[in-house]
């Protein structure tokens, strides 16, 4: 069963009462909630996830809820809390709905040390994942959220997740978050597209998110082949310039894209040493959105030729 | 104990029952075993039983996560003892790794799967001062920049304010006792000095001799007032027993050893709780002579009924509704019994009033600045 064929009402009572089953790649997320634009953008931006409501094992138990106390009657604030706990101090409430989005990246980046986990969008189309990890300003998400758009298949727009016996990333598809003048660009750039509320003056800026297609959420459980690391960097004024980088370069880059790299000891080392080999490499500078799309849409084909060639 | 044991326990008195679990069961397993700082420990049991094949994957997975981060935690203590050797070289005097790190430099069971945040050292109080100086100069700060904060530690604590590396974030507390100065019936630190082994591996830096060592992961469960990590406190003591009890003549050493160090009320609280809650093997003559090391009735009852409801996971599915008054009382025990309360009633206001307010102050500031704030 699939949340969009509960009504926003029937959601919005689930969520107040026992909580649904939400299921997001590889992770089964219990989540309450009784706060109304939690539901609200649940209802956009998950409408084609399973529910996982007959799961009997969940890996998070999440609920976004207002603080108790007399506080709220001041300004109201939502507290996000795993299996009771809060990890972190409450926000305003009307960010209740970002706070799980970066309580749950939190979530994985804290406690799902089975994978080696990069700081990177993910995005494949026929059997090429491309890696695009991304410090903020990167650009990872926008090109991300446009390559989405194109039809590339969304593996995950925060994190590359990386198992311990294939090198085949695990897709961990979500809301596409953009931030400040991206979320007019994207919907300018794919209006068909659909996006959920602006959240203003959080501590990104503003923060809309880009509901993830259908397809990429069905294909959620198909993990892809990574053939392309590609770390990008927004320039306005510069030549579009996609350079070709060596293994070892690659490699300490990419470590310090990792969230846990350290703590996988040689095992982290091993797998890294995988990723980088399956990849080519590149540091892409790229001038506009247009020109970032167009690059990297060449090189993909160029990849595409070099794999089915004899 | 007759009331119902929480999962947890169960599985980590009997750790084939992992084997049987429904999925249920494994989601409030996991949830338990979080709250209490256990998974990593789970995992390493399972895995010397032979087990891990035999497991559901996805609770698995969360098993497997929490060793990983405990591996890691282990192997950076050993390199960060290391450092901590090098920057004191020069001073000739034993530094002893005390907790977590000891286990971890001793290869001792209670190590594997064992997640800490801190580095706890022993050094001889007359080279405090030396100590702090090279320490400093190698890069560790105070982080405890309050004026009261300070002078509570270095006039009635066993230990100076915590440090933290500049760089590398890693927390240091450094002692020069096992007890607060308060406390009228304290080991004589330079007892322990004495009996400190070397590691081979890493030449000045010691760990406690065996007994040294449970007496002191006892008398640290028991006299503080944090339970958050009592469980898996308990756990160390009873996987330290397991570990020597085999060694002949542990038992009669354990007992002479607690009448000199001045800690039989601690030898007798680990034995009965480990005893009671993980079923523990301490031999009936042992549990009987140790008896008299009990506090008096009414005392007696009272502590049996404040422990076994502070040291379960605080996990909402397993703390009893008198959970949170336990603690509480024995966090006022905890002062108590570490300092007179001329001394005490003063540092209590001063934490309940002053304390507070600055905290609430700066939370104000970094509110200002916006983004998700950790709770502390």
Known sequence: ?310 | MNRDLPLVIHCYRDIRRLTGLTLPEWDLLIRQGRRAGLLGRLHAMAERAELLDALPEKPACHLTASRVEADRVAGAARWEMGQIAFALQRLWVPVIALKGAAYALSGRFAAEGRAFSDLDILVPRPALEDVEQQLIAHGWLSTHLDEYDQRYYRRWMHEIPPMRHIRRKTNLDIHHGILPETVSRRPDPRLLLDEAIELEALPGVYTLSPVDTWLHSATHLFQEGEFHNGLRDLTDLDLLTREMAGKDGFWDQLVARSQVLNLTRQLYYGLRYTHRLLATPVPEEVLESTAAFAPPQPLKGLMDGLFQRALLPLHSSCDPATGPAARWALYIRSHAIRMPPHLLLPHLAHKAFVTPYRQWREERERARQGGMVPRR
Request: with cysteine; hydrophobic share 40%; aromatic share 10%.
């Open chain 1, 1 to 310: 069963m699939k949340l969009s064929e509960l009504t926003r009402q029937a959601l919005a009572q689930a969520l107040r009462r026992e909580g649904i089953g939400l299921s997001i790649g590889p992770f089964s997320v219990r989540l309450r909630s009784r706060i109304g634009y939690v539901a609200d953008s649940l209802h956009r931006l998950y409408a084609d996830y399973p529910l996982a409501d007959d799961h009997q094992f969940h890996d998070f138990h999440i609920a976004v809820e207002r603080p108790r106390g007399i506080r709220h009657v001041i300004s109201p604030q939502a507290l996000f809390l795993v299996d009771g706990e809060p990890p972190f101090k409450p926000l305003p409430l009307n960010q209740a709905y970002p706070f799980f989005e970066w309580g749950l990246n939190w979530c994985v980046a804290q406690y799902a040390h089975q994978f080696l986990i990069l700081h990177a969008a993910v995005v494949e189309r026929d059997g090429i994942a491309a890696i695009l990890p991304g410090s903020p300003g990167a650009g990872k998400s926008t090109l991300c959220a446009s390559l989405v758009a194109r039809g590339w298949r969304l593996l995950s727009d925060e994190m590359a997740l990386i198992p311990r016996v294939t090198e085949r990333l695990v897709p961990i598809p979500r809301p596409v978050a953009l931030k400040n003048d991206s979320i007019d660009i994207l919907k300018h750039f794919a209006p068909e597209q659909v996006f959920g509320d602006s959240f203003h003056d959080t501590a990104k800026g503003t923060v809309a998110h880009m509901k993830p297609p259908a397809e990429s959420i069905r294909r959620a459980g198909e993990p892809a082949p990574p053939r392309l690391l590609i770390f990008p960097r927004f320039a306005k004024d510069t030549e579009m310039k996609l350079e070709p980088l060596s293994r070892g370069r690659s490699f300490l880059k990419a470590v310090e894209y990792s969230f846990n790299y350290d703590f996988l000891g040689a095992d982290g080392f091993r797998r890294m040493d995988r990723l980088i080999s399956a990849c080519d490499c590149y540091d892409f500078n790229y001038p506009s959105l247009e020109a970032g799309l167009d690059g990297l849409t060449r090189l993909w084909e160029r990849t595409l030729a070099a794999e089915t060639a004899p």
